[in-house]
Every structure is written in C-alpha cells, then in structure tokens.
C-alpha cells in the first residue's frame, strides 16, 4: 500500500520518481481499512529532507499509512521556509487531543547542549509523557532519542572527545525480534554525532535490550520488552549523500573535520560515495511499521487504555 501524504508536500515528487507509490486522498477513501496513522515530530532544521527521507521509508511499506507532521510550538526553524510549516505542520498543541498509531521524534543538532538547557525542553518532556497515553509505539532518532531514554529512564549520554562520522558497522544482537527480521549478521549504519549512550548504562535497565551494537560506536538500537519504544541514536534514514553534505559544509566553513569514515570509495572525497545501508533502512521501518500494524486496536481511540 502507498503512503497518503499532502498532494503539494515536496517529498512527493521525489517519492514518486523513485518509485514509492503515493496515494491521494480520492484513492484512500475508496479502500475499506483503516490507514495508520503516523505523526513526525520534525526537530531537525531542514525539515524538507528530513521529511523525505522519512516518507519514503514509511512509504515502503504493503500497509497505508497516514502521515501528520508535526513541529514543536514555540520553536522558529531557520532553515525551513515559515509558509512551508504553515502549510504542512502543525503544531503538538493542535495535536495533542489525537490518538496516533505511531510517532516518530527525529534527532536536532543541538546534541551537546544538556537537556535542561534546550530551549524547548520543557514541552518536549510533556510530548514524552503524552506518548504514554495517546501512541500505541513510538520511534526515536538520534538526539530524540537520546533525550527520550534519557527522560523515561534516566540513561545518561556523554560528550565525546571527537565526532562520531562516517558509516560503521553494526551486530545484530537479536536474530529472533521481529525489529530484526531480515536483517544481516553485520551492517553499516552512517553516524554523525558528538554524544553518546553507552552500552554499560542501558544494561542496568532490564526492560531495555539492545538490538544493534558497534564495536566502536556503541550502542545503537534499543527495544523495550513491551514492544512500544524503539530508540535508534544512529542515522540509518540517511540519504547517500547526507555525510557528504555535512562533511562539505565543514569544510567550506573552515571547520575541523575529518574525512566520514568508511564512506568514499578509497576514503576520497572526490569520489561519489556508496550506499550501504539503504536495504536495512528499509527493514526496520518495514518491521515496526510490521509490528505497530498486528499490535494496535482497530479502534484508534481505545490507544492508551
């Protein structure tokens, strides 16, 4: 089944062209089931990629899916035009009376700041809580997910002496979560990051498992034993030229960086890079989406109770 998203969001032309069937809302109506409903809390600055990259991953998937995206209220984004959010967002307070199947909370760049020190911090942490109530299971990206396993469990995350960048590869630790059907032994992942979790502290929590684990990175996909929380602190939604981007603009700017590592062809940035992780993007989204669509009530308003 396609993905049902606004006929004028941006990310339909590109999903279109790369093949993701999209439906409009004449065709939905038509179908005799329920779509799921998905809400995106998009917290990074661009907010047309972020948007894309997710709608395509949801787009994949034999089930329709309804897509809502959503903005924190009191927080101006720079690098997405205001008639852009005026047309497609809206914000959780016009929300927060709605039951969701799903909801995904993405990472912002603002992982070094402590939590108490982001300027939206404070509605975030209420967003949390409503997800308890109104979400049958909820997905959690890179710095979104730090703070939510941070704010339901008190994982601490720590700074790190340089940045996690480039494409590592991943363990699969549990073969049998239906999170990790089809997936290999060992994948690549892109990372991009100044923090982190480490394995150690998820450990003490025994209704957290990790899923997915780097020898050099760490922990990277953490399940609870419930099935409702999934928190990934890695970047598996990335397009293939996503480290490129960040890796040119530091440079551009004079900035320090080193070349993303196991990412160009013999490590040279003049060479277009690869995608290796793509296929398992595709999986996981697959599978929650899978998994969120045999656990939920049919009846959207029984979420919660």
């Known amino acids: 089944m396609p993905i049902r998203i606004p006929d004028r969001l941006p990310a339909r032309d590109t999903l279109v062209s790369e093949g993701v069937m999209v439906m409009d809302e004449t065709h939905a109506v038509r179908q005799d089931i329920r779509p799921l409903h998905i809400g995106l809390l998009n917290l990074m600055p661009n907010k047309i990629r972020t948007e894309t990259q997710i709608a395509r991953l949801l787009g994949s ?78 997905f959690f990206i890179c710095w979104g997910a730090m703070a939510a396993i941070n704010h339901f469990h008190g994982v601490p995350k720590y700074t790190l002496e340089k940045k996690a960048f480039g494409v590592y590869r991943h363990r699969n630790l549990n073969p049998a979560s239906p999170y990790l059907a089809g997936f290999s032994d060992d994948f690549s992942i892109p990372v991009s990051r100044w923090t982190e979790m480490r394995s150690d502290d998820v450990r003490k929590h025994g209704e957290l498992e990790i899923l997915m684990e780097s020898d050099i990175t760490g922990p990277c996909l953490i ?83």
């Open 223 to 305: 399940a609870e034993q419930t099935g409702r929380r999934l928190y990934i602190f890695n970047h598996i939604e990335y397009d293939s030229t996503s480290l490129k981007e960040e890796y040119d603009r530091d440079v551009a700017a004079n900035v320090p960086i080193e070349i993303p590592h196991n990412y160009y062809p013999a490590d040279n940035p003049k060479m277009p890079p690869q995608n290796r992780w793509r296929s398992h993007a595709h999986l996981l989204f697959g599978n929650w989406i899978n998994q969120t669509y045999q656990t939920t009530p049919f009846d959207l308003e029984k979420i919660g109770e």
């Open 61 to 138: 998937s034999p089930l329709q899916v309804e897509l809502t995206l959503v903005r924190i209220g009191g927080h101006k984004a720079k690098n997405t035009p205001e008639e852009h959010l005026i047309d497609f967002y809206h914000t959780w307070d016009e929300v927060r009376d709605r039951k969701f199947d799903g909801f995904i909370i993405t990472g912002a760049p603002i992982e070094t700041l402590p939590f108490e020190e982001v300027t939206y911090w404070q509605e975030l942490q209420q967003i949390l809580d409503w997800t308890a109530t109104h979400v049958h299971s909820s």
